[in-house]
């Protein structure tokens, strides 16, 4: 049985890097069930409950070069890992677990990664002397690929897919149902649901702006607003503290959901306004219309992907602007939601390419040349 070691930010609690994580395990096995898989995570305990998988945890070094060496196939991703803006330490712990896996001559693949943006030198020169090393690469927009060649990584064939969690599938009805009766969310029936997703990132007084549109939402169009925290507790301490600034009431989800769950949820809106990007993703794999806010360029990247509108950076915002926005996002709901629906077989083909590569790899080749 082969045996392939999956590196990522899992086990932090975070509902999209979860979400990464079990698309990533459900495709490869779907394309091939007699593999064993293990990933590196902050939470080995929680991670196997969760993926049904074995897992180490990611700081250990005994058991993290004890992993790789037992690995016929070592992935690096999904999501955003090659990065230096939200953690200074990222790029040099990723790439770190690349270089160990190529020195004890594992095949290596960086497994639909985010690129950028990514400003420090050092760490410009880390991916370009590592990147070259693996050998092969998918990533999940064409920003991502343009970054990487622009740091001088050349050698292995660059593939442009999509996020591994577009391989996702919600739970059934029952199921969600049973979670927002649990939960003591009740929709009134012809009421315009929005879904909200924000993440803490300095938003400050524009707090104060998100909070006075979603009363706007509420007085002028009836509208259900109901926050959906990715990850607990940060952003849950975010809602609240928007929700405490609103003068009408909002819903939120009050403790961790899994992604089939809030994927489920994110279902149910009309509209879903998010910061996180696969807040946004969840709404566009349900055929949700989306209205972004750009914390980050990867969050611009897909909302061009999908033809969703953006509100430029949340740091940015004002509530006369913001309220327009929603307005035309509302008017222009049956068109938003045909084009994500257009896009949504495409994505999931793409992101079932990511473990179709991968196992190709596995068994000791590929096609040559990058696309």
């Excluded at 980050?296 to 740091?315: M, W, Y």
């Excluded at 473990?355 to 080749?365: C, M, N, T, V």
Aim: net charge neutral; glycine share 10%.
């Amino acid at each position: 049985m082969n045996k392939i070691l999956v590196s990522g930010y899992y086990g932090f609690g975070n509902a999209g890097d979860e979400a990464i994580l079990m698309a990533i395990v459900e495709s490869l096995k779907k394309l091939d069930n007699n593999i064993s898989i293990k990933a590196l995570s902050a939470n080995p305990k929680e991670t196997k409950r969760m993926h049904g998988i074995d897992a180490v945890h990611r700081t250990n070094p005994f058991l993290v070069i004890k992993a790789i060496a037992e690995a016929d196939l070592v992935l690096s991703g999904g999501g955003g890992l090659l990065q230096d803006v939200t953690s200074s330490r990222s790029i040099p712990y990723y790439l770190l677990i690349v270089y160990l896996a190529k020195k004890m001559g594992k095949r290596v693949m960086f497994y639909a990664n985010g690129v950028g943006p990514v400003n420090r030198k050092l760490n410009k020169r880390l991916i370009a002397a590592v990147g070259n090393t693996v050998d092969l690469i998918t990533v999940r927009d064409d920003n991502s690929r343009d970054q990487l060649m622009s740091l001088g990584v050349k050698n292995p064939p660059i593939y442009v897919t999509a996020d591994p969690a577009f391989a996702l599938k919600p739970v059934d009805d029952e199921t969600g149902f049973g979670i927002l009766r649990w939960k003591g969310i009740n929709f009134d029936e012809g009421s315009l649901k929005i879904g909200v997703s924000v993440r803490p990132w300095n938003l400050g007084k524009n707090r104060q702006v998100i909070a006075e549109t979603c009363d706007y939402l509420i007085k002028n169009h009836d509208a259900t607003i109901v926050f959906l925290p990715m990850q607990f507790p940060q952003d849950y301490s975010e809602s609240l503290e928007i929700m405490g600034l609103m003068k009408g009431k909002a819903r939120v989800i009050d403790e961790p959901l899994g992604p089939r769950e809030l994927l489920w949820i994110s279902g149910q809106m009309d509209l879903l306004c998010g910061m996180r990007l696969h807040a946004l993703i969840f709404g566009a794999i349900m055929g949700v219309p989306l209205l972004g806010l750009a914390y980050d360029p990867k969050v611009e990247n897909f909302l061009k992907r999908v033809e969703q509108p953006s509100a430029g950076s949340p740091l940015d915002l004002n509530v006369v602007d913001l309220c327009h926005l929603f307005e035309e996002a509302i008017g222009r709901r049956t068109e938003s939601r045909s084009k994500l629906l257009a896009k949504k077989d495409e994505l999931e083909g793409l992101a079932y390419e990511n473990a179709r590569l991968a196992l190709k790899l596995l068994e000791g080749g590929y096609e040559a040349g990058s696309r």
